[in-house]
């Protein structure tokens, strides 16, 4: 089993910068991919971005392309999601996710073939 626990989110202006960090234990989490996903009131949840088991492929969806960098430290069993030149329409839960392999599907939709969730860490960003 893996458990996995969100930190790092906060309160933000328009055009900063925030990192969240998603901590695992368990299972070596260098088993797994990972991948971020959030999901604001009333809609829903949705692929962010994605790192492979050993860290050298990483996927993004389109709206955070070029913003947003995935990256892992498995000595640690933590990964990172660093959020640049944020917008209000990011604000959002931020949740991490485990899967074993990284497929099509592991990189768009809402997440559901994901084997393990963290708890979410609210990113909010002010206009």
């Known amino acids: 089993q893996v458990q996995l626990v969100e930190s790092g989110g906060g309160l933000v202006q328009a055009g900063g910068s925030l990192r969240v960090s998603c901590a695992s234990s368990g299972r070596t989490v260098s088993s797994y991919a990972m991948g971020w996903f959030r999901q604001a009131p009333g809609k829903e949840r949705e692929f962010v971005a994605a790192?492979?088991?050993?860290?050298?492929?990483?996927y993004y969806a389109d709206s955070v392309k070029g913003r947003f960098t995935i990256a892992r430290d498995n000595a640690k069993n933590t990964a990172y999601l660093q959020m640049n030149s944020l917008k209000p329409e990011d604000t959002a839960v931020y949740y991490c996710?485990?899967?074993?392999?990284?497929?099509?599907?592991?990189?768009?939709?809402?997440?559901?073939?994901?084997?393990?969730w963290g708890q979410g860490t609210q990113v909010t960003v002010s206009s």
């Open positions: 996710a485990a899967v074993i392999t990284i497929s099509p599907q592991a990189i768009r939709g809402t997440g559901d073939e994901y084997d393990y």
């Open positions: 790192i492979s088991r050993n860290g050298i492929r990483t």
